[in-house]
């Protein structure tokens, strides 16, 4: 396991983290859908991460409406896993109970959640505090001076973004620096080979800005495991086949698969472990997000980090899944020709 800096706060991660959001779901809903793993799974699933090097677990609240922080904060409690040596990111945004005023980023939701996720996490602070979308109702730089606000109480470290729009951070980040406020130190989006929508302008906003990007979902909700091919429409042991998320033009993600499934055999590895592979040596990526219903999908997404896709590897995955260039971006490339 290699270990990244966090951008520039001087932290560094283990390069593959692990996500939480199979833990729990005995509420029902759609994170039942992803996994259903309880406590003693769960001890397993920690344990197991952390004796592969994972130095990095990220959650989140709605994550089984708090279920998962709680069963992840028994876990660290009763394998006595020294949470100094972790980095524990969790979030807040979505509702988690009945109120108008129980959902968005206004202080008031945002401190409360806090409040309540260390309680179930059963510590005393959270290394990484991300906003989870974006809030209509509330002002960039209210967002902003509230999460400078929860840096100053010692209840977060750090504080980081997840699928806000480009712009948005951007904006986010000038009215921080403006009033010398604490700025997000991460990014956490939606990336894999079968959708690289924000190569447009996030990946790019990332490099401009030294912010560190976590991709979630790079198997894509499992399509790229190799459970799926034109001929397997439903895989019977995924949570694809109920919850079909995030969404994803299938045609092309078959052919993805398709070639993912030839570098495989000739790697003699998984499709998952070549799909997981091609996210984390993507420039700009500091930790990939994984997940796991059991130890032999943790064990495979663990040995991912061993698999090294060499230049022609890479190009073909790039051929069979590159993204149509939209205005303006093609307009800026094309007008760059005469500044080279």
């Known amino acids: 396991m290699n270990y990244n800096l966090l951008g520039d706060t001087g932290l560094l991660v283990s390069e593959l983290c692990l996500g939480t959001m199979t833990f729990g779901g005995s509420h029902g809903g759609v994170f039942a859908e992803m996994g259903k793993v309880q406590q003693d799974d769960v001890n397993q699933l920690v344990k197991a991460a952390v004796d592969g090097g994972i130095n990095f677990i990220d959650t989140a609240n709605v994550y089984s409406l708090g279920e998962a922080e709680q069963l992840l904060g028994q876990a660290l409690k009763t394998t006595g896993i020294d949470r100094n040596q972790l980095v524990l990111a969790t979030k807040a945004r979505g509702q988690m109970q009945p109120g108008p005023n129980n959902v968005g980023l206004s202080r008031y939701h945002v401190f409360h959640s806090l409040d309540e996720s ?38 977060a470290r750090y504080v980081g973004v997840c699928n806000w729009r480009a712009y948005k951070v951007m904006q986010a980040q000038a009215v921080a620096e403006r009033h010398g406020w604490k700025k997000f130190s991460a990014l956490q989006y939606f990336y894999s080979a079968a959708c690289r929508d924000i190569e447009a302008d996030v990946l790019p906003l990332a490099r401009e800005l030294h912010l560190p990007l976590m991709p979630w979902s790079p198997l894509a909700g499992g399509f790229l495991s190799g459970k799926y091919t034109r001929d397997t429409a439903k895989a019977g042991n995924s949570r694809r086949d109920t919850f079909d998320f995030p969404p994803l033009d299938k045609e092309k993600a078959y052919s993805i698969v398709e070639t993912l499934q030839g570098i495989a055999e000739q790697h003699r590895v998984s499709v998952a472990e070549v799909a997981l592979a091609w996210v984390r040596m993507q420039a700009g990526v500091t ?34 899944s590159q993204r149509p260039v939209l205005y303006p971006e093609w307009m800026v490339r094309t007008q760059a020709g005469d500044r080279k």
Do not use: C, P, W
Not at 118 to 125: A, K, T, Y
Not at 132 to 143: K, N
């Open 118 to 155: 260390l309680q179930r996490l059963q510590v005393d602070h959270i290394d990484l505090f991300y906003v989870h979308g974006e809030d209509a109702f509330t002002s960039v730089e209210e967002i902003m001076a509230t999460l400078h606000d929860v840096v100053a109480s010692g209840k």
């Open 287 to 320: 930790s990939t997000i994984i997940g796991a219903r059991t130890s032999e999908q943790l064990r495979s997404n663990l040995a991912s980090v061993d698999v090294l896709l060499t230049a022609d590897d890479l190009r073909a995955i790039d051929a069979v």
